[in-house]
């Protein structure tokens, strides 16, 4: 089956907001766009630092003086997400820890080549699977 034909891929919406708000200068509210079309939903992820390449210096800025705008640009490539319910087992694990209120980074070491390493927590592979 095709994805189109069970989904909303968001064209009608796309058509509606290109044509409704053309102006003179045919700018496209990006911004807006973001917020209202979320391909993804936010609310069943949560975005996790990982301490990679020159991230250190950053989660240091950022536990020091809380988010700006320059130390989060910075921090963009070093976010993974996490589903809701694997940032709830990791959290109770003790595998994640709290930089600012609400922002995270993960305490162990992060491998380039696998990822995060949920498996050293001790989880079983049917613990994953939900």
Do not use: C, H
């Amino acid at each position: 089956m095709f994805y189109a034909a069970v989904n909303d891929t968001g064209a009608d919406w796309l058509k509606d907001r290109l044509v409704k708000d053309v102006n003179p200068g045919l700018f496209f509210q990006f911004r807006t766009a973001g917020q209202e079309f979320k391909i993804i939903d936010d609310q069943a992820q949560r975005p996790v630092f990982v301490r990679y390449g020159k991230s250190a210096k950053w989660l240091d800025e950022l536990r020091k003086i809380g988010p700006t705008r320059q130390n989060m640009r910075a921090l963009q490539r070093y976010v993974v997400n996490l589903s809701k319910t694997t940032f709830d087992r990791v959290f109770v694990d003790g595998l994640l820890e709290e930089v600012w209120p609400e922002y995270w980074s993960w305490a162990r070491k992060y491998d380039p080549v696998i990822g995060l390493d949920i498996f050293g927590g001790g989880w079983t592979p049917e613990d994953l699977m939900q």
